[in-house]
């Protein structure tokens, strides 16, 4: 694996990148479009950096399990006997085949390929006919385990077991998003989308909202105009925060504890290097991105509701609370389909950061100091 990105990007380049905001500029275009590079993002980023694999609600019960994939690594989380959520490698002990798949209840996972099978804890219960082999013990193994914490509902994982703790690292986050109490919505809805873009192409595009004025120029410009949006600082700390205060009144029913002025917000966040929720006055959306390679990258759009609003909701009201979300993710697709033709164009340059282009400006530095 490369191990500096040096090997790859001008000096220069980087040190564009990392300068004050005001002198600061685009990461450069190999930055998005080399396979090595995604190689290194894995190593560093995602497989030592918090994923959000989940919601809380999702796995409610002792047995409820959900599988995801962390870029290449098969993770299952799982609430265990003890109603403890965990997070483990799907793949078996004995020749890599994933345990299980999906999601569901159960009561212990057995691989189908030769059926050893583990209990929720990840131990290993039983090796059917595995007698005789020398110092292998089936109580002394167990699937390898990932860290976890539960954030506002989101269920976050982290395959370096010794990593930083994730909660304290987003405290300043937390004082700006705690009254919208994202930990009692639930999934309303999801929609799903495959796309042959770099993964940072959809984070830069979910995080400024400098682009109202041309994507969003007939929808959200006229209610959140790019103008009036902002950044505030995150002292180096792995999360961004975008508010663009509204210029109506949000619809009821609102949320309970939120100012004045978040009636009228729409915000969106991020906690690097992939995690991205936004919320307004009567609802959020989480964006679970996967990235699967340079170019090719999941995405799933889930509406978030309080339990008592969906509740209330006929599956035509979700439906179409849902198109909205969806309507505004298709308009952004034609900008992130433009820019990842672009980025792969001989002739492409790095470009300049503007003042509304805080955010990206903090996930590069944050991208660079992984990295770099
Ligand atoms: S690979 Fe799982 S039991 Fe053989
Ligand atoms: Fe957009």
Same mark, same amino acid.
């Given at each position: 694996m490369p191990s500096r990105l040096t090997e790859f990007l001008a000096q220069t380049q980087l040190e564009g990148a990392a300068a004050p905001l005001p002198e600061a500029w685009t990461l450069p275009p190999a930055a998005y479009t080399? *396979?090595?590079?995604?190689?290194?993002?894995?190593?560093?980023? $995602?497989?030592?950096?918090?994923?959000?694999? &989940?919601?809380?609600?999702?796995?409610?019960?002792?047995?409820?399990?959900?599988?995801?994939?962390?870029?290449? +690594?098969?993770?299952?989380?799982?609430?265990?006997?003890?109603?403890?959520?965990?997070?483990?490698?799907?793949?078996?002990?004995?020749?890599a085949m994933p345990v299980v798949e999906g999601s569901g209840h159960a009561t212990r996972f057995v691989c189908p390929y030769h059926r050893w099978t583990y209990e929720l804890d990840g131990n290993l219960r039983s090796a059917p006919m595995m007698q005789g082999v020398e110092g292998f013990q089936v109580r002394s193994a167990r699937l390898p385990q990932l860290a976890l914490e539960v954030w506002e509902g989101f269920v976050f994982v982290n395959c370096d077991r010794s990593a930083e703790p994730l909660t304290p690292q987003l405290s300043g986050l937390h004082q700006l998003v705690r009254n919208y109490r994202f930990g009692d919505l639930v999934i309303s809805g999801t929609a799903e989308f495959d796309s042959p873009w770099n993964w940072k192409v959809l984070v830069e595009?979910?995080?400024?909202?400098?682009?109202?004025?041309?994507?969003?120029?007939?929808?959200?410009?006229?209610?959140?105009?790019?103008?009036?949006?902002?950044?505030?600082?995150?002292?180096? +700390?792995?999360?961004? $925060?975008?508010?663009? *205060?509204?210029?109506?009144?949000?619809?009821?029913?609102?949320?309970?504890?939120?100012?004045d002025a978040q009636q009228r917000d729409l915000f969106a966040a991020a906690v690097f290097p992939t995690f991205l929720f &936004?919320?307004?006055?009567?609802?959020?959306?989480?964006?679970q991105l996967e990235p699967h390679a340079h170019d090719a990258m999941h995405l799933r759009?889930?509406?978030?509701?309080? +339990?008592?609003?969906?509740?209330?909701?006929?599956?035509?009201?979700?439906?179409?609370?849902?198109?909205?979300?969806?309507?505004?993710?298709?308009?952004?697709?034609? &900008?992130?389909?433009?820019?990842?033709?672009?980025?792969?164009?001989?002739?492409?340059? +790095?470009?300049?950061?503007?003042?509304?282009e805080k955010a990206i400006w903090q996930l590069n530095r944050y991208w660079l100091r992984m990295l770099a």
């Open positions: 080399l *396979p090595a590079i995604f190689q290194m993002e894995a190593a560093r980023l $995602f497989h030592g950096g918090w994923i959000c694999v &989940a919601r809380e609600e999702q796995l409610g019960a002792p047995g409820d399990y959900l599988c995801a994939d962390v870029v290449g +690594q098969p993770v299952v989380v799982v609430r265990d006997k003890a109603g403890e959520l965990r997070a483990m490698s799907s793949i078996c002990l004995h020749r595009n979910f995080m400024e909202a400098y682009h109202h004025t041309g994507t969003h120029q007939n929808t959200l410009e006229s209610i959140y105009p790019a103008r009036d949006s902002s950044v505030p600082d995150n002292d180096d +700390q792995p999360w961004a $925060f975008l508010r663009m *205060p509204g210029l109506v009144d949000a619809e009821p029913p609102v949320l309970p504890d939120l100012s &936004a919320g307004t006055a009567s609802s959020g959306v989480w964006y759009v889930h509406l978030l509701l309080p +339990q008592s609003v969906r509740d209330a909701m006929s599956s035509a009201e979700l439906d179409a609370a849902l198109e909205l979300v969806r309507g505004v993710h298709l308009e952004d697709i034609e &900008a992130n389909d433009g820019v990842w033709r672009g980025l792969q164009a001989p002739l492409t340059v +790095q470009g300049r950061l503007g003042p509304y």
